[in-house]
């Protein structure tokens, strides 16, 4: 007789149904998911505590990541440091967390929710499932008026369009689900993308499912009609005879609602129409796509025209919430056989999205959905339609104030058309097409700073100036008026642009009217000092042209008036690397000297490696010839006392160098008067007894003299007990004797000789009555302070060369 089964076999034998072997009571489950929900709505309040300027625990941030530790941790501390590592950047500095509304934390907590309900029994994750994403795709459908589609929810925001061309693959290959890549061999499916597209789209397309990029097609764009960032219409239909013709198969074609960044339209009714004539899938994506849920299409109670097979929607970046997964909504194709009353089973057609992994997966374990489902249940169509014509009206707003600017060029499209001729707020009170909404609307605003142009005028790309200056604009709009927040961008073929898009603003609140007056204000001020600055530039120029110790020198990533270099005449016939070192150091200090009187000026380095002074930006009444007067009389300042620094240093060098020969040369001399016998260990102690040495023999010391560069015996100061210099003594009183040894220092260089000169030169005025060394001492650039700073590290430097040259 057999045993009975066990629990393990009955499970097995049951295949996908599964037996209860543990349950739990709906009061405890239900606790579980309200602990769950409240200790991860202690974790986002904690955060926002931190943003706040909490502190945190100083051992968070010193937590070693390469090994596991043995002992265990609590969650306290482990939660300090996950805050710890969210709380700064790579540099140490502290970051700020955005605030969050009710429905971002509330999604938040639903991620918490999904991971757990991943734990449930099968059959009680694939009813959750089956259910969030039922009600979520039912909601979408609705808002939208496409009834008669499905959808497919995924993180990454390609993961449907490959999900789709997969499909295609299915429906243009029957054979493609046996032979795989050896069912392509006849005809190479062709995938469309405007050349405006991101080309990392197509790579992503065609890496995913195994294709080579001979399947891409590059559509170009219009250059005569219509805007020059959509797709050329006429040149996709000769691009589709084309591949007919050769043989191969069209499958697919991605088309623009708002362009990448300029958020231009397609025109989506001409390319349907090509599309459904080759019978190739059309695949929309793009802000613009936001049209679908506005209250004059969502509101009608028929059915609204598909005007693509599918769309890409994301909406966690319209709301401006994170987490919520992207939507593929995609058309149920149409089954061929016209009596359905003789089909017996599913049709091919109808296990299309099957094989290409485009219906949700139910037996997962992760529900994937409900975020978005959350969500759209916590703001209701009132709350999805008024986000999304926020939007619309922001971007709306933001254009019509920029419009008044002539050196402003808007390169996204106009709102209400090419004419104008609408608002948003007009649209929404009348039944209009999608078509016309499309072209009606504006998802986000590009502009630049250029020279005067007229309206109407083509799209140029500006001088390589003006990117610097509009990369400069961006960084100062970001910082004096974040209200607005923008986004520095560049196109091949315009430039460096400024972009605000209110469909990926991360915090999901818009401007308001009082915000963007303030940030067009703000414009207005840094308007005025490009435009100074570019009046400037050209006088700048000249006059440095002229000078002849200024050099301009070209800084490639530099937005101010531009660069220049002082060098003194015929440095430029001597650039030996130690006469660059020395041009670096007068630069260096030029630019130290320039801070302390305007802080315009700043330190650069040009193409060559070089040091020089950057000018900045100017208002209209800065006067260029002054500040360059102002760097030249300086550098010159700046010169003079590098030259006098430069002789005491070799003043210094030389009489180390002199008094350690001397002192060598008198020990000898003494070595030789007392005898060697004096010297000798036990036979000298009995010869100085025997013959006591004279009190004032010995080696006399040495003091250097900088005023006279000369080294002298130092036996005054020893009999005085003090320094006494000549020629300081009182009229009347007995002046000291003559050292026994003096010394000149000699051999100089240059700037030694010139510092003697000049020293000679004031001598010479001091003899004759005039303006005494002490007077002009105090008339020098340098403090007391800052010659003893200098004179200590001339020394220092100075005897580190002589313990060099001895070595």
């Excluded at 995924?154 to 290959?173: N, W």
């Excluded at 197509?202 to 959509?230: D, E, I, K, M």
């Excluded at 598909?306 to 909504?329: E, K, N, Q, R």
């Excluded at 440095?571 to 130690?578: A, I, K, S």
Aim: aromatic letters at 6%; proline letters at 6%.
């Amino acid at each position: 007789m057999a045993s009975p089964p066990s629990p393990k076999d009955k499970i097995l034998s049951n295949g996908l149904k599964n037996t209860k072997i543990t349950s739990m009571s709906p009061e405890k489950e239900q606790n579980n998911i309200g602990e769950i929900a409240i200790e991860a709505s202690e974790i986002v309040s904690r955060l926002e505590q931190i943003a706040e300027g909490v502190p945190i625990p100083e051992s968070a941030y010193s937590q070693p990541t390469v090994f596991l530790g043995l002992d265990r941790k609590s969650v306290e501390e482990i939660m300090d440091i996950i805050y710890g590592l969210m709380s700064v950047d790579e540099d140490g500095e502290p970051l700020q967390f955005p605030s969050l509304d009710v429905v971002t934390k509330l999604v938040i907590v639903c991620h918490s929710l999904a991971a757990y309900c991943g734990g449930l029994e099968r059959g009680i994750l694939q009813k959750l499932s089956t259910r969030f994403t039922t009600d979520t795709t039912r909601w979408i459908s609705h808002l939208c008026g496409f009834l008669d589609s499905s959808t497919f929810y995924h993180e990454d925001q390609l993961e449907g369009l490959v999900r789709v061309t997969k499909m295609m693959l299915h429906y243009k290959y029957p054979r493609y689900l046996e032979d795989g890549a050896l069912a392509l061999t006849n005809s190479l499916p062709m995938i469309y993308s405007s050349v405006s597209s991101p080309l990392g789209v197509v790579q992503h397309l065609c890496r995913q499912l195994g294709l080579p990029l001979a399947c891409v097609r590059p559509v170009p764009v219009n250059t005569l009609f219509g805007s020059q960032y959509t797709m050329d219409v006429a040149a996709l239909q000769k691009l589709l005879q084309e591949d007919v013709a050769t043989g191969k198969t069209p499958l697919i074609v991605m088309a623009e609602a708002g362009t990448f960044i300029t958020g231009h339209v397609d025109n989506i009714s001409r390319i349907q129409e090509l599309c459904k004539a080759h019978d190739i899938w059309l695949h929309l994506r793009g802000h613009s796509l936001a049209t679908f849920f506005l209250p004059n299409l969502s509101n009608k109670s028929n059915q609204m025209q598909p005007i693509a097979d599918s769309y890409t929607l994301t909406f966690g970046s319209w709301f401006g919430i994170p987490g919520i997964p992207m939507v593929t909504l995609y058309r149920v194709k149409d089954s061929p056989v016209t009596n359905r009353t003789k089909q017996v089973g599913a049709n091919r057609e109808s296990t299309l999205p099957l094989l290409a992994g485009l219906n949700t997966d139910h037996q997962g374990r992760r529900i994937i959905s409900l975020p978005l489902w959350a969500c759209l249940q916590r703001l209701g169509q009132e709350g999805v339609q008024s986000k999304i014509r926020d939007n619309f009206i922001a971007s709306e707003n933001l254009w019509m104030a920029l419009n008044v600017f002539r050196n402003i060029r808007i390169l996204s499209p106009r709102p209400g058309g090419e004419a104008g001729n609408y608002t948003i707020s007009e649209l929404l009170t009348r039944p209009t097409s999608i078509p016309v909404l499309l072209e009606s609307t504006a998802t986000c605003v590009v502009f630049q700073f250029t020279p005067d142009w007229t309206e109407g005028e083509m799209f140029t790309k500006v001088p390589p100036y003006y990117d610097k200056l509009n990369s400069w604009l961006g960084q100062i709009l970001h910082q004096d008026a974040p209200q607005i927040p923008l986004e520095i961008c560049e196109l091949e073929n315009i430039g460096v642009v400024l972009r605000f898009c209110p469909f990926e603003n991360s915090t999901g609140k818009q401007p308001t009217t009082e915000e963007i007056g303030s940030f067009i204000q703000c414009l207005e001020q840094q308007l005025v000092i490009l435009k100074a600055t570019i009046q400037h530039k050209e006088t700048f120029i000249h006059l440095v042209e002229q000078s002849p110790v200024l050099n301009i020198v070209e800084l490639p990533e530099w937005a101010g008036l531009g660069g220049v270099r002082y060098a003194p005449e015929g440095w430029e016939q001597l650039l030996t690397d130690q006469a660059k070192n020395e041009l670096n150091n007068l630069n260096i200090a030029l630019v130290e000297a320039l801070r302390t009187t305007d802080s315009a000026f700043s330190l650069g380095e040009g193409a060559d490696g070089l040091m020089c002074i950057r000018f900045g930006m100017l208002t209209p009444q800065s006067d260029v010839e002054d500040l360059l007067n102002l760097v030249i009389k300086v550098g010159q300042s700046v010169e003079e006392n590098s030259r006098v620094l430069d002789s005491m240093a070799e003043i210094v060098k030389k009489g180390i160098e002199t008094a350690t020969l001397d002192l060598q040369k008198e020990n000898e001399e003494l070595l030789w008067q007392d005898g060697i016998l004096r010297h000798v260990p036990v036979v000298g102690t009995f010869v100085n007894w025997w013959s006591p040495k004279p009190k004032e023999t010995g080696v006399k010391g040495r003091s250097l003299n900088l005023t006279q560069g000369v080294v002298e015996s130092t036996e005054n100061i020893y009999k005085y007990h003090m320094q006494i210099q000549t020629g300081t003594t009182p009229q009347g009183s007995k002046s000291p004797p003559t050292p026994l040894i003096q010394t000149s220092v000699g051999g100089h260089s240059r700037s030694s000789s010139h510092a003697s000169h000049t020293s000679s030169q004031g001598a010479a005025n001091n003899q004759q009555g005039e303006e005494p060394a002490e007077k002009s001492a105090q008339n020098s650039t340098l403090d007391k302070s800052g010659q003893n700073k200098l004179v200590n590290s001339i020394v220092n430097n100075a005897v580190s060369n002589v313990k060099e040259t001895d070595k």
